[in-house]
């Protein structure tokens, strides 16, 4: 028999047993616990099993391979010969019976620290960042190797003894295998494994511990696609741009990386340039994550100077305004889009400061393409429905990226809350269970919409328990009846997020399978269901640009806090504009957390482009000079050909130069500054209210959920007796 054929590992008897089956002789299983079975390999071309071994290469010699496995407990070896030759999957079901068939958790906890023993050792020389798996709360090392024979073979270890019998685990059941059946095994398979009783926990929703299986997964099948791809002569697809931050400094991956990174380190003289002016005028500056990287890095340079400077999602812009005003600034900057500064001029002015100057930074419209959605006669079509009918109540939830215009014209025709993507969940399931047979209509992002409702269809397989946990209003049943009474507008889309497609996916499966993923709410399904599936594994996020921000500082932490080299691999699924406020976090955990202890930590920021995305800019093209980045197919730079910029171009209108003009205009020069002012609203709604009240509405009844966990009482009743704030 030669090597090649030698794929079966050493295992426990128990692994053959069969509790479910106990006429058949073949899985005869002891229902008292009882001490692990002794183990001897037949026929096997290594009997040295405690010789001294090799870590590379390990095709043949492992001490594992055995053409069959017998024990004291089962002398027939006919029955063991068929099930080493099984594949991985009905290895993999006998495995779940065996830790199932103990129904002493004490009992599952030796098992498996007894599939830690079976490993063969690990080489101390080969434990490094390129064979550490990611997302373990442990430290855990893999190495996988092409036979000659084309199976698969698996090294790991762990320092923890528990993981490490996670580990021995998934190697009994693929070491041996053929890329074929280890690529065809799905986190999903692995579910029932959660419930051996390490964690309290159901499907999907285990804890770090359980979430080995997965990540350990998905490290073995990344691997295998490349030496697969080796062994065919097939070139590596081409890796995504990315940033690596390190306490050393940062290097940028690709051109689309490299310019990013360019302004990271601003010019000093620019950053006291700006500095001087906003503190000798009182201008507090208020701007959107998604700026551009000139601008923001000089920003992010100049608030370590001037207080009065917030780096944000748009959820938090207009209370830092009011909180600047409330210190004495007597103008605001805004840098964002239009409805940005709509809504900080009206929080303002709610907030008794009318005094207070407010600026866009252009003298031309910044539009966003949800808005504009939002703005469109189809839009309002789509509210129809809801006002028109009578047998239920029904309640309109916004998103927050809408014009004040928008907020007001629908909070007339169906009573409306405001939502971010942080609280957009939160907000329709508290509405549900404080209306009685509502109906909620949210709008205008239709990937939002969709992903909202995947959600909700996710959680009716869920605990109530768990459903609790999210919710403590709700459970299954009450999921299930809701589900059919929320709407989502079908043809809103940002342009952004639209980038994170079906190509984008793709390319992520097969080579970031084992990173960490961030999505923004508002990416397409697709991207939705991937990072909701890395989430469930502790290795995603799913939510607004403040949650992304927060999840990854959470993780450089966590690495700090070992204390042990390792490298932090992070898809950007959003704007790439974030990359500058999540790069001025890590460097601050870097200098802060881990550089006098010794170990080194490495952050990978990974720009998920699309391979049809321009990565050129040209600084002479018509129009377009006046940008310092310039986005778009013709001639910018991160937009694909099949729709999407990972950079939004109406958020590179808000350039550095124009910040500048506005200070140095202010306050003597006001007249040439009219274009940019952010002015009220004296236009009125159809029933003859000012549209800066009637929009203000659902934003203040956003902050009041916010503040208390609960609908106002005026919306409820705008609700339960009227067709939108002027009745039916």
Same mark, same amino acid.
């Given at each position: ?110 098992? $498996? ?7 063969? +050792?690990? =080489?101390?020389? @080969?434990?490094? *960042? /390129?064979?550490? %798996? ?35 685990? $998934? ?7 053929? +890329?074929? =059946?280890?690529? @065809?095994?799905? *986190? /999903?398979?692995? %579910? ?49 741009? @990315? ?486």
């Amino acid at each position: 028999m030669d090597s090649a054929a030698l794929t079966m590992r050493a295992v426990s008897s128990s692994f053959f047993s069969n509790p479910a089956n106990p006429a058949n002789p073949k899985f005869i299983h002891n229902r008292k616990p009882a001490s692990p079975s002794i183990i001897r390999c037949v026929n096997s071309q290594n009997p040295h099993l405690n010789s001294p071994y090799h870590l590379k290469p390990i095709s043949g010699t492992t001490p594992f391979s055995c053409s069959a496995v017998t024990s004291h407990h089962h002398p027939n070896t006919s029955g063991s010969d068929n099930l080493t030759a099984a594949p991985a999957k009905a290895k993999l079901q006998l495995l779940i019976q065996e830790f199932q068939s103990l129904t002493d958790p004490v009992e599952r906890v030796k098992r $498996l620290l007894h599939y830690a023993q079976l490993l063969p +050792p690990f =080489e101390d020389s @080969s434990k490094s *960042t /390129d064979t550490r %798996v990611p997302g373990c709360t442990a430290q855990v090392w893999l190495h996988v190797e092409l036979d000659s024979g084309n199976k698969v073979r698996f090294l790991a270890d762990s320092d923890s003894e528990i993981t490490k019998g996670f580990c021995a685990c $998934l190697v009994t059941v693929l070491d041996g295998a053929t +890329p074929d =059946e280890v690529l @065809s095994l799905r *986190t /999903d398979d692995l %579910v029932a494994l959660n419930v051996v009783g390490l964690n309290e926990r159901r499907v999907g929703y285990s804890s770090n511990r359980a979430n080995t299986w997965h990540n350990v997964l998905m490290s073995m099948q990344k691997r295998i696609k490349c030496l697969v791809a080796e062994r065919e002569g097939r070139p590596r697809g081409e890796m995504f741009p @990315s940033l690596i931050v390190s306490a050393d400094g940062i290097e940028a991956k690709g051109s689309y990386a490299e310019a990013q990174a360019r302004f990271l380190l601003p010019d000093e003289v620019k950053i006291q340039e700006l500095v001087n002016l906003l503190e000798e005028k009182k201008i507090g500056v208020v701007a959107h994550f998604y700026m551009d990287p000139e601008v923001q890095g000089v920003l992010t340079a100049a608030r370590k100077l001037w207080p009065h400077i917030h780096i944000s999602d748009s959820l938090v812009m207009a209370d830092s305004a009011v909180k600047m005003a409330e210190s004495g600034c007597k103008y605001i900057t805004v840098l964002g889009v239009d409805f940005m500064s709509e809504n900080v001029r009206a929080i303002l002015d709610q907030a008794g400061y009318p005094e207070v100057g407010v600026y866009r930074m252009s003298d031309e419209r910044i539009g966003c393409s949800l808005a504009d959605a939002a703005a469109s006669p189809a839009y309002m079509d789509y509210l129809a429905a809801a006002s028109a009918s009578v047998s239920s109540p029904s309640l309109h939830v916004v998103y927050i990226n809408t014009s004040l215009e928008t907020k007001a014209y629908t909070h007339e025709v169906v009573p409306t809350i405001t939502c971010t993507s942080s609280n957009v969940v939160q907000t329709i399931l508290q509405a549900f269970s404080e209306v009685p047979n509502l109906n909620v209509f949210y709008g205008p992002d239709t990937y939002m919409g969709a992903n909202i409702m995947e959600l909700f269809r996710q959680m009716i397989v869920m605990s109530d328990e768990e459903i609790a946990n999210v919710h403590p209003k709700h459970d299954r049943n009450s999921i299930k009846s809701l589900i059919p009474r929320l709407h989502y507008f079908q043809d809103g889309t940002c342009i952004v997020h639209h980038l994170f497609g079906h190509e984008v996916v793709g390319k992520l499966n097969e080579m970031y399978c084992d990173a960490f993923l961030t999505a923004h709410f508002e990416v397409p399904g697709e991207m939705f269901s991937l990072a909701m599936e890395a989430k469930r594994r502790g290795m995603g996020v799913v939510g607004s640009t403040q949650n992304i921000l927060d999840f990854i500082k959470e993780r450089v932490k966590g690495a700090l806090d070992r204390n042990v080299d390792d490298h932090l691999q992070f898809v950007l699924g959003t704007e790439s504009g974030m990359v500058t406020s999540i790069v001025s976090e890590v460097r601050k955990l870097l200098g802060s957390g881990g550089a006098h202890k010794g170990a080194k930590v490495s952050v990978e920021i990974v720009f998920p482009v699309s391979s049809e995305s321009i990565t050129q800019t040209t600084s002479e093209t018509g129009d377009f000079s006046k940008f310092s980045v310039i986005p778009g197919v013709a001639s910018g730079e991160g937009c694909s050909l099949h729709g999407g910029c990972a950079s939004c171009p109406y958020m590179k209108m808000n350039s550095l130069g124009s910040l500048l003009k506005v200070c140095r205009s202010l306050p003597h020069d006001k007249e040439n500054l009219s274009a940019y002012e952010a002015g009220r609203f004296s236009l009125q709604t159809p029933s003859g209210k000012l549209i800066a009240d009637v929009g203000c509405e659902p934003i203040l009844h956003m902050r009041h959920f916010q503040a208390t966990k609960r609908l106002p009482e005026k919306l409820i009743q705008q609700i339960l007796h009227s067709g939108g704030i002027n009745g039916r």
